[in-house]
């Protein structure tokens, strides 16, 4: 790479006189394919903690483009990008192919006067088209904003889709099929942004193939030099499980410097070029600034998986996977509940998806025991070795990854250690810590809400991040730390004791191992605690076999767990699944869990009433 790296923390450094005691905790290098768990701590007089890697940051470019300026020198002919076209044969762009295409949709946004001001929003799904935009947006300053689908496909309304365009007041709009997206086009006021479609044009549409044939000009290599660490790169749409979605501003910095502090955990990257089969949605961080950019970054290839971890469209999944081992392998927990019965079920393509793989790694939710159980006998027995489980924390606001495993777990609920260049505070708050972070992968606030910026760190400059955690081992900090849901979702019963709900809710999954698929703990101002229940596909709720099932296992829980905070007294299996319109899912399938109690208070109040015949009533 030509350009200077750059290592510096936004925010500052730390106030060295509020330090009482300082600790470096060093593993002995054994030449492992992860960076060894090496830590420096700071314990403060007040019983804060400041937590940071003692690995220095990797350097990483100014820009995001400055990956594919470098990939397609070295490597123009290698696949960058690949999806499945009509016919079902894959489509591939070369990384040569990639910069070429990027800089004429470049251009054509510079013609259209697209910059600062007037970004690109997308609603569609991920596809090689939208890469492309992607990048060509970044690449000259224009920053890019891609939606949810489901705000424009699986809502009765467009009210959070019309909000984010008042916000934001786009200059060109992407839907990479006019006709599917064709409702919400007609519904909502883009405020006279061009519309762009790949596929069966809406009225008044233009053609991206029309912006892909611009002959590029030297305004795109100049508007590229003027791109820079500081320059706002996206802007991401929080999915509201805190609250009303978000614009998180992600800079340029943010995005390179979160890529350069994974690479400095997990070295085997550098080792051969990653090849990823990913469904994961780009209008969320997980799926976008980690997995899209660690390709980019590593020059990888990137396989668009078209299915989705539902009846349906898992097949698609399984097929995409069966015909592409991948080296890595990226979902959340209930991706891997809908993908285990088909490994399951067929050793052929359950050793072609383990044949390459370095890793497992799962996030957005603790995977629950019975499925880390089963993925992990699955390995062993496709591989004759285990494969390393890999989890991480962050947030849209931490680019994301902010604490990473590079280490051997044997469980879940860990999530690791602070990545290079990122620092942790620990935080006294009732009978938890908080944490909060620090670092050049931290936003620097919301866009256009200066009152929501100001709020969201504290008087050092930390991000407030509203989750708690515990070290895994208070005598030993480099066995990770352990997440503890988020603050705001904890309750007290009537007793006065807390209830800690992210603990709790992934381990009343695994009791219900085959009949929840996820569910939502209640109690508060209650005398016992409840839970309302998703069931899991593969069960009829209405039979009295299920009942059953899921009275034993939650009885078996509250064998192990006879504390009031812990023991679950009733349940209740809810007859409607959850609703991205109300705000209780998210096309990643993470339940908010506040929000599906303030939609279904009537729900809640027969799961705590005495006499409802459909409740059931745990021993």
């Not at 508007?223 to 999915?239: C, E, N, Y």
């Not at 793989?357 to 799962?362: A, K, P, Q, S, T």
Request: hydrophobic fraction near 40%; proline fraction near 7%.
């Amino acid at each position: 790479m030509t350009n200077a790296p750059h290592r510096e923390d936004e925010r500052g450094a730390l106030i060295d006189s509020s330090r009482t005691l300082t600790s470096m905790i060093r593993t002995p290098t054994t030449g492992a394919r992860f960076a060894p768990p090496d830590l420096e701590i700071d314990r403060r007089a007040d019983g804060t903690v400041i937590v940071r890697s003692a690995h220095a940051l990797a350097d990483y470019p100014e820009r995001v483009g400055d990956w594919l300026e470098h990939w397609a020198a070295a490597t123009p002919d290698k696949t960058f990008l690949a999806e499945r076209n009509a016919e079902g044969a894959w489509r591939r762009v070369s990384f040569g192919e990639t910069r070429a295409q990027t800089h004429a949709l470049a251009q054509a946004l510079l013609d259209r006067d697209l910059g600062p001001k007037r970004p690109v929003l997308t609603l569609s799904d991920n596809s090689v088209d939208q890469g492309l935009l992607m990048l060509a947006a970044m690449h000259v300053g224009v920053p890019f904003v891609p939606v949810s689908p489901a705000y424009s496909l699986m809502v009765k309304t467009f009210e959070k889709l019309a909000g984010i365009t008042d916000l934001v007041a786009p200059g060109l709009v992407f839907a990479q099929d006019g006709e599917a997206y064709g409702r919400a086009l007609a519904s909502v006021d883009f405020k006279g942004a061009e519309i762009v479609s790949s596929v069966n044009s809406a009225p008044g549409a233009s053609m991206l193939s029309v912006l892909s044939g611009t002959r590029p000009t030297a305004a795109v290599d100049a508007a590229f030099q003027r791109t820079g660490p500081d320059t706002v790169a996206k802007i991401l749409f929080t999915s509201g499980s805190t609250g009303n979605p978000k614009g998180v501003i992600n800079t340029q910095r943010m995005l390179t410097s979160n890529q350069g502090a994974i690479s400095r955990l997990w070295p085997f990257l550098d080792d051969r070029p990653p090849v990823l089969v990913d469904w994961l949605p780009w209008s969320h961080t997980f799926g976008s600034n980690h997995n899209f950019n660690m390709m980019l970054a590593h020059g990888g290839t990137l396989y668009i998986d078209a299915g989705k971890p539902v009846p349906g469209r898992i097949e698609q999944t399984v097929a995409n996977l069966a015909e592409i081992s991948p080296t890595l392998y990226f979902n959340v927990p209930r991706g891997y509940d809908t993908l285990l019965p088909f490994l399951e079920s067929d050793a052929d393509f359950c050793r072609s998806f383990f044949a390459e793989l370095d890793l497992i790694f799962y996030a957005a939710a603790a995977l629950p025991r019975p499925l880390w159980d089963r993925l992990d006998r699955l390995a062993r027995e496709a591989r004759g070795a285990p494969l390393p489980f890999i989890s991480a924390w962050g947030a849209t606001e931490t680019a994301p990854m902010a604490t990473a495993v590079h280490y051997p777990i044997t469980g879940a609920g860990n999530i690791g250690l602070p990545g290079p260049g990122t620092e942790l505070k620990l935080v006294q708050t009732e009978d938890k810590l908080e944490i909060r972070v620090r670092g050049p992968n931290v936003t620097p606030g919301y866009w256009d809400r200066p009152d929501l910026s100001n709020e969201a760190f504290d008087e050092e400059g930390f991000y407030l991040t509203g989750d708690a955690v515990a070290f895994v081992d208070p005598e030993d900090p480099r066995k990770g730390l352990a997440f503890g849901g988020r603050i705001s979702e904890d309750f007290k019963l009537t007793s006065g004791t807390w209830v800690h709900v992210g603990a709790l809710r992934v381990d009343v999954i695994a009791a219900g191992a085959g009949v929840i698929q996820d569910c939502v703990i209640t109690g508060e101002g209650q005398d016992e605690v409840g839970v309302l229940v998703f069931a899991s596909p593969a069960v009829d709720p209405n039979i009295p076999e299920t009942r059953i099932r899921l009275a034993e296992g939650l009885a078996r829980h509250n064998r192990d767990n006879p504390a009031s905070s812990r023991r679950i007294a009733r349940a209740l299996i809810l007859s409607s699944p959850p609703s991205i319109d109300a705000g209780e899912i998210t096309d990643k399938g993470y339940i908010n869990q506040r929000a599906v109690l303030n939609e279904r208070t009537s729900e809640v109040s027969r799961l705590h009433a005495s006499d409802d015949p459909d409740v059931i009533v745990i021993d």
